[in-house]
C-alpha cells in the first residue's frame, strides 16, 4: 500500500511539468488526494487536493491559476500539471491521501504518504 510520486524535475522559469502520483494496493478512486510541498529549509506546504469524484477541488493561493489538479481513477493515479513554473515553486512534492477534499484540505489527517519527487525551477 503505497503512492509514489514522480515527474519531477529540472525546467526553467516560465516551463510545466506535470506530477504523477500513482497508488498501488488500494483503490484511490475511493480518496481525496493531495499534493504538498517542501522547499528547502521551510515547513511542508499543502499545495492542492481533489475529491475522490474529482469534483471537489481546492488550490493554494500562490499557485491558482497556474496549476490544475485531475486525476484519472481507472488508472488509479492523480496528477498536478504546474504551469508558469517559478523559482519559488522549487521543492520536493509530495502526494498523500485523506477521506475528503474540503476548504480544510491543509489539515491532517493525510495517509499514505510517498516518496517525493524533487521540482528545480531555474530562473
Known amino acids: 500500500v503505497q503512492l509514489q510520486a514522480s515527474g519531477g524535475g529540472l525546467v526553467q522559469a516560465g516551463g510545466s511539468l506535470r506530477l504523477s502520483c500513482a497508488a498501488s494496493?488500494?483503490?484511490?478512486?475511493?480518496?481525496?488526494v493531495g499534493w504538498f510541498r517542501q522547499a528547502p529549509g521551510k515547513t511542508r506546504e499543502a499545495v492542492s487536493c481533489?475529491?475522490?469524484?474529482?469534483?471537489?477541488?481546492h488550490y493554494v493561493d500562490s499557485v491558482k491559476g497556474r496549476a490544475i489538479i485531475y486525476r484519472v481513477n481507472v488508472n488509479n493515479t492523480a496528477f498536478l500539471q504546474m504551469n508558469s513554473l517559478k523559482p519559488e515553486d522549487t521543492a520536493v512534492y509530495y502526494c498523500?491521501?485523506?477521506?475528503?477534499?474540503?476548504?480544510?484540505?491543509?489539515?491532517?489527517?493525510?495517509?499514505?504518504w510517498g516518496q517525493g519527487t524533487l521540482v528545480t525551477v531555474s530562473s
Open positions: 498523500a491521501t485523506r477521506s475528503g477534499c474540503s476548504a480544510s484540505y491543509r489539515a491532517p489527517p493525510y495517509n499514505n
Open positions: 494496493g488500494f483503490p484511490l478512486a475511493e480518496l481525496a
Open positions: 481533489i475529491g475522490a469524484s474529482g469534483r471537489k477541488i
